[in-house]
């Protein structure tokens, strides 16, 4: 009955590697999110996608390229890892923002470790 | 962009002590959230709560976005509450800021 699924809970990896990370919800939510929270706990926003349209698209390096093939489902895709990738990545989903804003329901993160 | 700040960053509190955990933020906001992160690491939600008081078990929650701040209530605290929690506020738009956390260690 998870809400938000990420997969994997773990992944370590090589400097240089390209990766993946998924994430489903079943919430029937129209809005999804990436964030990145760094080695001392800080929380970003990387995306979000709305009906597997980009609206928000932080600062982030063009090696990171989301994509969304239906509103349930945003994979996050990162090319040619570097050591300051490694992080805790989460996952997030909310009703659309035509219902007013709506609380963030969070994955349990994927914990990305670079060699 | 919007400003969130936490206080206080750390705080020790031994088994059975109520703590108050304030979050201040910059800007009107129409999205608010509180967070434990748990030692595992998952975040769950607490609160959502862009205005007003709610309680849940031995937490509360008390936004007054007019004066732009909210806090978290923890009675007769466990030592499983303890974690870092997270305040995070949302504005026009659908990302959430996030305050830098505070950091609760229960002790037996």
């Known amino acids: 009955d998870t809400a938000v699924s990420q997969t994997p809970k773990y992944l370590v990896t090589q400097m240089g590697n390209d990766k993946s990370i998924k994430c489903e919800q079943n919430l029937g939510h129209d809005t999804m999110y990436w964030y990145k929270q760094d080695s001392k706990k800080f929380l970003k926003i990387m995306f979000s996608?709305?009906?597997?349209?980009?609206?928000i698209n932080e600062t982030v390096p063009n090696r990171f390229s989301p994509k969304s093939p239906d509103k349930a489902h945003l994979n996050l895709h990162i090319n040619s890892l570097e050591l300051g990738d490694s992080a805790v990545y989460f996952c997030a989903s909310s009703r659309t923002q035509g219902f007013g804003n709506q609380p963030q329901h969070f994955g349990d993160g994927t914990r990305l470790s670079i060699l | 962009g919007i400003q969130v700040e936490q206080s206080p960053p750390d705080l020790i509190l031994q088994e059975g002590a109520n703590s108050t955990l304030r979050c201040n933020f910059s800007d009107s906001v129409n999205n608010l959230q509180w967070f434990h992160q748990n030692p595992w690491g998952q975040l769950i939600n607490l609160f959502y709560?862009?205005?007003g008081t709610k309680q849940n078990g031995r937490l509360s929650a008390t936004t007054v976005a007019t004066e732009r701040y909210s806090l978290l209530y923890i009675s007769s605290s466990q030592t499983t509450d303890s974690g870092v929690y997270f305040c995070?506020?949302?504005?026009?738009?659908?990302?959430?800021?996030f305050g830098e956390g505070t950091q609760l260690t229960v002790n037996p």
């Open positions: 996608y709305n009906n597997k349209e980009l609206i």
């Open positions: 709560i862009p205005s």
């Open positions: 995070a506020v949302g504005a026009s738009g659908s990302r959430l800021t």
